[in-house]
C-alpha cells in the first residue's frame, strides 16, 4: 500500500512539475521582451500605464476566481483559461494595428496570473503539509528552469537589427513560441487532472478575507514580505533591461545570455532548502537571510556603469541568490499556514504579483524625482533590507 501511495505521488509531482514548466516558459520567453516591445509603439510613460492597466485587470481577475471554481471547478476554469490565451496569442502574433496589439497584450498578461492561479490549486490539492516545502520546491524548480532558458530562447529568436524598419517584427518570434508551448500545456493539465475533484470552497466576500488576513498577524506579514519581493521582480523585469540597453549599452544577445546566468540560482536552491524548512531549519530564518543577500547585492549595482558582460551577470547571479532563497521559504511558510479550502486567500496572495507593477512604477517615478537610473538599485535595495523586520517577528511554523 506505501509503495502504491509512494508512485501515486511520484506521478503526480512529475506531472505537476511539467505544467508548472509549461505554463511558466510560456511567460518567459516573451517576458524580459515585453517592455521593449511596448516601447516600440508607445512611449516609456505609456508603457509604465499599461502595466497599470494589466495590475488592474488581474487584481479583478483574482477577485472573481472563486466564483468561477464554484459554477465550473478549477480543471475547466484551467482548461477554458488555456484556450483563451492561444486564441489571444494567435491575434497578438498576427495584428498590424498598435491599439489592438496593446489591448491584446493586456487580455494576455492578466491571464498568465489566472492559468497560474488554477496550476496552485492543484498542487495545493495534491500536496500534504508535512511535503510542502519539497513539493514546493520541485514545482518552483520546474518553474524556474523554464525562466533560465526563457531568455537565452527569446534572445535567439530575436535576430534582426532593432532599428529594422517593421520593429513589431522583430518581436513576433517570442510571441509565437509562447502560442506553440500552450499546446502542451492544455494536453498536460487534461491528462494529469481529467478526474480532478475540487474541494467544498468556502466563499467569503472580498472584504471579509481581507479582515481575515489582518487579524492574523503572520499572514499579513507574509503578504508584505511578499509584495516587496514581487516588487523587486516588477522593477526587475520591466525597468532593467531598459536599462541595460539604453544606459549600459548591451545588445540584445548579451542582455539574454546575462539575464540566462542570472536565473540560474531559481534552479540550485530551491529543492534543497524546500527539503531542509520540511525537516531541519525555520522558514524565517532561511527567508532572512535572502533577503540580506538581496537587499545587499542590489545596493551593490549602483557602483557599477562598466559594460561588463562578466561582472553584470554575475551581480545580478548574486541578487538572485538571494531572490530565490527568499521565494521558496515565503511560498513553503504560506502554504503551510493556509488551508486547501481558501482560494479567497490564494487568489489575495497571488495578487501581491500584479499589485507589484503598481507598486514597482511608484516607486520609480518617486525615485527619478531625487535620483538618477543608477541609484534605483541602491533604493530597491535598502527596501529589501528594511523587510527584515517583518521576516523576523513572523513565527514560525511548526
Wanted: with cysteine; hydrophobic share 50%; net charge neutral.
Amino acid at each position: 500500500m506505501r509503495h502504491h501511495h509512494s508512485i501515486k505521488k511520484a506521478n503526480a509531482l512529475y506531472g505537476i512539475s511539467l505544467i508548472a514548466f509549461f505554463s511558466a516558459l510560456h511567460t518567459a520567453i516573451p517576458v524580459y521582451f515585453n517592455s521593449s516591445f511596448l516601447s516600440v509603439l508607445v512611449d516609456e510613460k505609456t508603457v509604465s500605464l499599461i502595466y497599470l492597466i494589466i495590475s488592474a485587470v488581474t487584481i479583478v481577475g483574482l477577485l472573481g476566481m472563486n466564483s468561477i471554481l464554484n459554477k465550473i471547478g478549477n480543471l475547466r476554469a484551467s482548461l477554458a483559461l488555456i484556450i483563451i490565451q492561444m486564441f489571444v496569442f494567435y491575434e497578438l502574433i498576427n495584428s498590424t494595428s498598435p491599439n489592438t496589439i496593446i489591448l491584446l497584450f493586456i487580455i494576455e498578461m492578466s491571464i498568465i496570473s489566472l492559468i497560474a492561479f488554477t496550476i496552485d490549486i492543484f498542487i495545493q490539492k495534491s500536496t500534504d503539509i508535512a511535503h510542502t516545502g519539497s513539493m514546493r520546491g520541485f514545482s518552483m524548480t520546474a518553474i524556474n528552469t523554464a525562466w533560465i532558458l526563457g531568455p537565452l530562447i527569446g534572445g535567439m529568436l530575436i535576430t534582426q537589427d532593432i532599428f529594422d524598419e517593421d520593429q513589431i517584427q522583430i518581436y513576433r518570434g517570442v510571441y509565437i513560441a509562447g502560442f506553440v508551448l500552450l499546446f502542451p500545456l492544455l494536453y498536460l493539465v487534461y491528462k494529469n487532472f481529467s478526474t480532478f475533484k475540487d474541494s467544498h470552497y468556502v466563499h467569503i466576500s472580498g472584504y471579509q478575507t481581507i479582515i481575515r488576513i489582518l487579524k492574523n498577524k503572520d499572514i499579513s506579514k507574509i503578504f508584505l514580505i511578499n509584495t516587496t519581493l514581487q516588487t523587486f521582480y516588477a522593477w526587475m523585469t520591466v525597468y532593467v533591461p531598459i536599462y541595460l540597453y539604453n544606459v549600459i549599452h548591451f545588445d540584445w544577445s548579451e542582455i539574454s545570455v546575462i539575464f540566462t546566468i542570472m536565473l540560474i540560482p531559481f534552479v540550485l536552491v530551491d529543492i534543497p532548502l524546500g527539503k531542509l524548512a520540511d525537516k531541519k531549519w525555520g522558514e524565517k530564518e532561511i527567508m532572512a537571510i535572502g533577503f540580506i543577500i538581496l537587499g545587499i547585492s542590489t545596493c551593490a549595482l549602483t557602483l557599477f556603469e562598466v559594460n561588463s558582460l562578466i561582472i553584470w551577470a554575475a551581480m545580478l547571479f548574486l541578487t538572485r541568490i538571494g531572490a530565490a532563497t527568499a521565494e521558496i521559504m515565503i511560498e513553503t511558510y504560506f502554504f503551510k499556514k493556509v488551508d486547501g479550502k481558501d482560494p479567497e486567500i490564494l487568489s489575495m496572495f497571488r495578487i501581491t504579483r500584479p499589485l507589484s507593477y503598481f507598486t514597482a512604477p511608484v516607486i520609480v517615478t518617486i525615485g527619478l524625482v531625487y535620483a538618477t537610473d543608477q541609484y534605483l538599485f541602491l533604493i530597491f535595495g535598502i527596501i529589501c533590507l528594511l523587510t527584515l523586520y517583518p521576516i523576523l517577528t513572523i513565527k514560525d511554523t511548526d
